[in-house]
């Protein structure tokens, strides 16, 4: 679901005329590119200047020109000063209230000594909201994309002759010298052709899927690009920016050269940066946000979103207009992402997260079909499985009651339905689709990490580095008293002593362990509800529940331990922020993973404990009629129902699924448009009684929601946890990818809407992998094989059919398995148990003389022992140790094996594709070789000049 591309087809609005660029393309990119043009934005909505406020900045300093004449749109479209002409780059806001108002003083001050122009204005509705509007000139600009190594495009060059295809590759800095790697060596003057081999392998599957233009929505999977006319083409790649080589690159308007997610990138660099105390080290934006001196800070969106005129028509009136139409809009759920125009926008690690969430859903595809398919095998074979058939037919065979007292004595014929919904599930392709699944997760992960390499390679982040990071102002006030000398800045800062730091740990891991013992304690509980309420379903008034007392049972404790699960959650955000604060990391990304981690083992288990129970403990420790186990002596442990555990598990999986993914889907499209709505609504009856019309851009940001002061932690937290939930026990639930896919692919549209329309635009940053969340993908999938190996071998009945299809049905011996050989396996699989053997306590009420006009005399119970007048009664028997042992025997190989075809995988699979690699490779040796030549110009040009001033080195290389 998502594309990335350097080659189409595109046309840029630019002053009222439109110039289409031909399409180029590049052997890296595996889907289409959007790339915008960086123009300002469009509003239909008047700015109304509030001019109570005068402007702070420096007028003389501004880029004024005698006669130049100032658009219109530019002083009424809020995205500008007053003036027209200084772009918004990015907005703080204060309460005049406030009391820190030195502080404020002091940080302004030297935002204006740091050559940032500052104009606020004060807000339509509360007088005593500030908005400080700061716009960075040219200087500024310039100075700090070359101190932040900012990579801008520099100037084409066509190393082919006429008329042949110009594919541009990389310049570099070197040795201080600016190097052009135009594609051919000045001694072989070779041309340089790359294979195009995904662009073709693509027009193949084009051709194909145009033959079914009749039924598929209009070019499904793609981009309409003929409705995108406001985007321009960039195929030029980057340099880091230099103001003494400026004139290399492509400066066509200083005002556009930086676009508006890398001016409002450098502007809070420099606010990070800059002292708000004459004091050591009180520096940054995040301080004084943290202690209320200011109360929101954020980049502008690029106006409106809407527009009364259509994109095919008239193009797009901006950016964020663009990515509504073609990324946020419903309409366009079965396209693939414009992930480069998401990335110019919003940044290189949002962009990642949904080029990531792409190719997840992407990657749920096959493993959705697969899964339907086994389900639908599952169908189409239902009528000639032997066992539920058996099952179906047994009316003469009589159950023991499943409760004490209440419940009654049943047929197992009163089980069909629930046998066949097993075989739905569990069935001979169950084993396959388990190992399956196993392989999938390791072809995901290997593949997304050559995906992510493309993805770095084309955005500039392969040798891009975070540079070092501040300090966290809460562990400096802790530790201010402390100083040791810092090896790589040289500069004394505070630390933590190592006995500090073990100690706090320590006391960290104890609150860990302490809050999955609440979990344990929470699923004991649900535990007790399931004991105690099946006796009280069974005696429910209503035939419907009585006669459904277990499945009742199991459908309300999965509802309420929903409802526990997602209380848990806030009480588990809180007290992962309080043992992380208590930790004190050292830097904020030292901070993000350690809650990172915590919140993702709080949440995995109290997600996933209730269904380890019912997987792995439902039913296996009850003991047996006549002597029960029970819970604090007195209530009798749950039973599986007579066809099986398994249909609780795929109750259990199914609802929690569905549940919490439109719980998940209200909380981030929901619960914003309700808190925008209700805003809206305030600040309008404001405004009108005011008599204003509408905002400026800066108020209608402020009151869109601020972005999760997590970041990107929930939305990645919850993809995580539905990938556990698709591969952890999906020999269970087949159909688990299949409700993750459509799930999918309404939360990229959906993140898209909310990321576009209801929350504020959130700073472009940039990072070159997903961070923590992939080892945490990768522990997954370890699990994975582990408990899908124990469902299979526990939970389902695939092994002891196995068992008595080889050794005691009738093909015992002859290396056969089919249905024939299931014939009487239910019976095999039953006990016998004498009546009167019962407990006091456990003796139900009724005889089970409606079954036969008399006293029933024996029942049955799922279970391998001997019957009463055995010489052992109800000991083991030899079949028992016989699928105990082949359990074992199936886990251990099916382990092993999984894990060996995994790591067989990885190995197979490089982390980088072989055309990037080679074109990697490529390019290294042209600076090699652009090195030796220009070391050989230099020597030539010095000996030329040394024999024209008379001079002659007979010994001089070369």
């Given at each position: ?108 001050r030297n935002i204006r000594a740091e050559g940032l122009q500052m104009e606020k204005e004060s807000s339509l509705t509360n007088s005593d909201i500030i908005f400080v509007k700061l716009h960075a000139p040219w200087e500024v600009l310039g100075k700090y994309a070359e101190l932040m190594n900012v ?151 690029e106006g409106s979103y809407r527009s009364k005129n259509s994109i095919k028509t008239h193009g797009a009136e901006n950016h964020r207009h663009l990515l509504y139409e073609c990324w946020a809009s419903w309409g366009v759920w079965y396209k693939y992402q414009p992930l480069d125009l998401v990335r ?564 197979l699979i490089p982390d980088l594709p072989k055309d990037l690699r080679d074109r990697m490779r490529r390019e290294k040796y042209l600076i090699q070789e652009m090195m030796y030549e220009a070391e050989l110009e230099r020597l030539q040009k010095e000996r030329k000049e040394r024999k024209k001033n ?9």
């Open positions: 679901m998502e594309a990335s591309s350097s080659g189409s087809t595109i046309s840029s609005v630019t002053g009222g005329k439109t110039k289409t660029h031909q399409p180029a393309k590049d052997v890296n990119i595996f889907f289409d590119e959007l790339e915008g043009v960086n123009s300002p934005s469009k509003d239909d909505d008047s700015l109304l200047h509030h001019g109570n406020l005068t402007s702070t900045s420096d007028d003389a300093s501004r880029l004024e020109v005698v006669g130049e004449e100032v658009p219109d749109k530019n002083k009424t479209s809020g995205l500008y000063f007053r003036d027209g002409k200084c772009r918004i780059d990015y907005i703080l806001v204060y309460r005049k209230s406030n009391p820190q108002t030195e502080k404020r003083e002091v940080f302004e990579r801008m495009p520099f100037r084409p060059f066509n190393p082919f002759s006429a008329g042949a295809p110009c594919i541009l590759v990389r310049c570099c800095f070197l040795n201080g010298h600016f190097i052009e790697i135009n594609g051919r060596s000045r001694r072989s003057r070779r041309k340089i052709y790359y294979l195009h081999r995904r662009y073709k392998f693509m027009n193949r599957i084009e051709k194909q899927i145009s033959r079914f233009r009749g039924w598929l929505p209009r070019k499904p999977m793609k981009l309409d690009k003929e409705t995108l006319p406001d985007l321009e083409e960039n195929d030029c790649y980057t340099a880091p920016f230099s103001q003494q080589r400026i004139h290399h690159f492509i400066i066509h308007n200083k005002d556009t050269f930086f676009n508006n997610a890398t001016r409002s990138r450098i502007v809070h660099h420099i606010l990070q940066r800059v002292k708000y105390e004459e004091g050591k080290n009180k520096i940054g934006l995040n301080r004084l946000l943290s202690n209320g001196s200011y109360e929101a800070a954020f980049p502008l969106h110019r926008y919003f940044g290189e690690k949002i962009g990642l997260y949904f080029a990531w969430l792409g190719w997840y859903t992407g990657m749920l595809f096959p493993a959705a079909f697969i899964g339907l398919f086994v389900f639908l095998y599952g169908v189409t074979t239902l009528n000639h499985c032997q066992v539920s058939k058996e099952v179906c037919q047994a009316t003469d065979i009589i159950m023991c009651p499943i409760c004490d007292k209440y419940c009654p004595f049943m047929r197992l014929s009163d089980s069909c339905i629930y046998a066949k919904v097993t075989h739905l599930f569990d069935n001979g392709a169950t084993v396959f689709f388990a190992v399956f699944m196993a392989v999938w997760a390791t072809v995901f992960l290997e593949f997304w990490k050559r995906r992510r390499a493309v993805i770095a390679y084309d955005w500039d982040l392969i040798d891009w580095e975070e540079e070092e990071e501040e300090i966290r102002p809460q562990f400096e006030a802790k530790y201010s008293k402390k100083e040791r000398m810092n090896p790589i800045s040289g500069k004394p800062e505070p630390y933590q002593a190592f006995a500090d730091k073990c100690s706090r740990l320590i006391v960290s891991a104890s609150g860990i362990f302490f809050m999955i013992c609440v979990v344990i304690a929470a699923v004991f509980g649900i535990v007790i509800y399931r004991v105690v309420t099946v006796s009280t379903f069974a005696a429910f008034k209503w035939a419907l529940i009585r006669n459904n007392s277990q499945v009742a049972t199991t459908g309300t404790a999965v509802c309420i331990n929903f409802c526990i699960i997602m209380l848990l959650n806030v009480l588990y955000e809180k007290v992962a922020l309080f043992l992380t604060n208590l930790e004190q990391p050292r830097t904020e990304s030292e901070w993000e993973n350690s809650f990172t981690l915590k919140m993702f083992l709080f949440q995995f288990v109290n997600l996933n404990s209730s269904t380890f129970y019912i997987a792995f403990f439902l039913g296996r420790f009850t003991g047996h009629p006549g002597a029960y186990l029970r819970l604090i002596n007195r209530w009798r442990l749950e039973e599986c129902h007579p066809s099986g555990c398994l249909i609780d598990l795929c109750m259990q999986m199914g609802i929690i699924m569905v549940l919490k993914q439109t719980w998940n889907n209200f909380m981030e499209l929901g619960y914003p448009l309700i808190q925008n709505w209700w805003t809206r609504r305030k600040t309008t009856a404001r405004v009108w009684h005011t008599g204003k019309t509408s905002f400026p851009q800066w108020e209608k940001d402020y009151n869109l929601q601020p972005m999760n002061a997590y970041g990107l932690f929930d939305e990645y937290l919850e993809m995580i946890l539905q990938f556990g939930f698709t591969t952890i026990f999906v020999a269970a639930f087949p159909l688990a990818p299949l409700l993750a896919l459509l799930n999918n692919i309404i939360e990229i549209r959906l993140d898209a809407y909310k990321f576009v329309t209801q929350w504020r635009r959130p700073l472009a940053s940039r990072a070159k992998d997903i961070g923590i969340w992939y080892g945490i993908l990768e522990g997954i999938g370890i699990l994975s094989v582990i408990t899908n190996a124990f469902v299979i071998a526990v939970t389902s009945d695939f092994i002891p059919r196995l068992v008595y299809a080889y050794k005691y049905g009738p093909c015992a011996g002859q290396g056969e398995a089919g249905q024939k050989c299931m014939v009487g396996y239910v019976n095999a699989s039953l006990s016998v148990f004498l009546v009167s053997d019962f407990e006091n306590r456990s003796e139900p009420t009724s005889n089970g003389s409606e079954f036969s006009g008399s006293p029933l005399k024996y029942c049955r119970y799922r279970d391998y022992r001997d019957p009463p007048h055995s010489p052992v009664p109800y000991g083991y028997t030899l079949q028992f140790w016989h699928v105990l042992a082949a359990r074992l025997a199936f886990i251990i190989v099916f382990e092993h094996l999984v894990f060996c075809i995994k790591h067989l995988i990885s190995y008379g001079k002659s080195y007979h010994n001089e290389w070369p």
